[in-house]
């Protein structure tokens, strides 16, 4: 069993910053890739960065030069710095892990809030 805890969620003016954290713990041997989803009200869940174990990383377009994904594989955490944050930004987001066994395996956290006010 795998258990992720995001932090870091809360509520910013427009133009500030928020710094995710999600920690994974439990029965973890190795992981490929992290990273981090969104969900807004009443729109469907998004890919907003991810890296892979070699530490290459992916970008939503929309998110693009505001944000970086970083990850600390001895803590098994990853990390998104949101930088210049609007208010489309707000919404749950999730990170997820792809944990190295076979078959492959995705965990997700529960879901931390992004509040971005105008």
């Known amino acids: 069993q795998v258990q992720l805890v995001e932090s870091g969620g809360g509520l910013v003016q427009a133009g500030g910053s928020l710094r995710l954290s999600c920690v994974a713990s439990?029965?973890?041997?190795?992981?490929?890739?992290m990273g981090w989803y969104r969900q807004a009200p009443g729109k469907q869940r998004e890919l907003v960065a991810s890296?892979?174990?070699?530490?290459?990383?992916n970008y939503a377009d929309s998110v693009k030069g505001r944000c970086t994904i970083s990850r600390d594989n001895a803590k098994n955490t990853v990390y998104l710095q949101m930088n210049s944050l609007k208010p489309e930004d707000t919404a749950v987001y999730y990170c997820?892990?792809?944990?190295?066994?076979?078959?492959?395996?995705?965990?997700w956290g529960q879901g931390t809030q992004g509040t971005v006010a105008s």
């Open positions: 439990g029965n973890i041997f190795s992981i490929n890739a």
């Open positions: 997820y892990v792809d944990l190295a066994i076979w078959p492959p395996r995705r965990s």
């Open positions: 890296i892979t174990s070699g530490g290459s990383t």
